[in-house]
């Protein structure tokens, strides 16, 4: 069971690292928790994820591709399955930050490879800066983040 204080605790996160970000996409935000933390912070959030039962949020009922338009300064994912990696080539496309909180692999890694592997991925695509940060928290708590 993940950690039910994971979408306060990395919101908080995301607003101290990214404080000129105001304009979020949530990919593969389920029912909008992490949404509803970071308007709470005074960001424009807006969720894409496939769930018909959530919560009132700003929410682009679709799985997120590489070709959605960009019309944001932060694209995240929070135990974002399928969608981790996307999320790095997302920002690295459209020069804009990200942070991402793995939890399962895309290609059969276990955790740790995965996490060392999008850092990696990261440092190749030219960011400003790239970092690591583990939210205390329990289960998957490992943030890999970039910045433009
Ligand atoms: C483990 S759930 C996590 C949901 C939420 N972020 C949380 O922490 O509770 C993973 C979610 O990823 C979504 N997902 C996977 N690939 C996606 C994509 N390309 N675009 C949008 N959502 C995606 C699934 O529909 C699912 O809701």
Redesign the pocket.
């Known amino acids: 069971m993940?950690d039910k204080r994971?979408f306060e605790l990395f919101a908080r996160f995301l607003a101290e690292k990214f404080p000129e970000a105001r304009r979020v996409y949530d990919?593969?935000?389920?029912m909008g928790?992490?949404n509803e933390e970071l308007t709470r912070l005074g960001r424009e959030v807006t969720t894409?994820?496939?769930?018909h039962k959530r919560l009132p949020v700003r929410y682009a009922e679709r799985?997120?591709?590489l070709d959605e338009p960009c019309e944001a300064d932060l694209v995240v994912g929070?135990?974002?399955?399928?969608?981790t990696q996307?999320c790095i080539e997302y920002a690295a496309k459209h020069g804009i930050g990200f942070a991402v909180v793995p939890?399962c692999s895309e290609n059969g890694m276990s955790y740790n490879p995965w996490w060392k592997h999008l850092l990696k991925l990261a440092g190749e695509r030219g960011f400003a800066a790239v970092g690591e940060h583990v939210l205390p928290m329990d289960g998957r708590a490992r943030v890999v983040w970039g910045s433009r």
């Open positions: 993940a994971r990919v593969a935000g389920g928790r992490l894409f994820d496939v769930r799985y997120f591709t929070l135990h974002s399955d399928g969608a996307l939890c």
